[in-house]
């Protein structure tokens, strides 16, 4: 409660003049992707004639000449790829289908799955956030294919972020397909927004935890942060 006051006496206060310091830090004001009620009356199609006029005239400000055969099809080209691939999971029709299978097995330790390839995009500069992710769920009486673990992680990633809520939403997820509540969720990532402008830094990385259920217990966390830290040989 206090931080959410705290953010939006920050984002009250802000001056749309001014470098926006609140988001230039990451800050995140809700677990939501903050979506509109309107976001999806346009068809993709529309949406990447639209993205595609305003990426021209983008490119145009910036003095680039248009009519070169190299520059010519940026604007289609980057339209399509925000719709179609990088901001592919803003759209729910998106989500990944997860069946959930009993658990016939009846396997009851700790599934890990480690390394899952995490390309997403940073919300408040549009540039790519890239690392991994490593999810770890203590079957119940469910479980799900394990490729669906790294489709949940790709579809929360596709879209404008700040890496804490992608955590969140991811361990929300693995929940609602599980019906548990023993999940983890650890992202390791690299903003490109933090390497190749603003500070520079291109030594740092950002690592986020979401632990739930069992995984709130010492020895469940200790086992999971082995698991991920021993390297294959
Ligand atoms: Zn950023």
Redesign the pocket.
């Known amino acids: 409660m206090k931080l959410n006051e705290t953010l939006l006496n920050i984002m009250d206060n802000q001056d749309p003049e001014n470098d926006n310091e609140a ?2 830090d ?1 800050l995140m004001s809700s677990l939501e992707t903050p979506l509109r009620p309107d976001a999806f009356d346009l068809s993709d199609q529309e949406k990447i004639n639209i993205i595609a006029d305003h990426f021209k005239e983008i490119m145009h400000t910036l003095g680039l000449d248009l009519t070169d055969d190299s520059l010519k099809g940026t604007p289609r080209r980057v339209a399509k790829m925000y719709v179609k691939e990088i901001f592919h999971g803003l759209n729910p029709e998106n989500k990944p289908d997860i069946r959930r299978f009993e658990n016939k097995y009846k396997y009851n330790r700790m599934l890990v799955e480690r390394d899952i390839t995490l390309y997403s995009s ?4 549009f ?1 790519p ?1 890239i690392g991994k992710a490593h999810v770890a769920y203590i079957p119940g009486e469910h479980v799900i294919g394990l490729s669906k673990l790294n489709r949940i992680v790709q579809y929360y990633a596709r879209r404008p972020q700040v890496q804490e809520r992608m955590t969140m939403q991811i361990a929300n997820e693995l929940k609602q397909a599980l019906q548990t509540e023993d999940v983890a969720v650890l992202i390791e990532a690299d ?4 390497m190749s402008r ?1 500070v520079n830094d291109v030594t740092s990385s950002t690592i986020t935890a979401e632990y739930s259920g069992l995984f709130l217990e010492d020895n469940y966390r200790t086992e999971f942060l082995s698991h991920i830290r021993r390297r294959q040989v």
């Open positions: 988001m230039d990451h940073c919300e408040h500069h540039v956030i903003h490109l927004c933090v603003g």
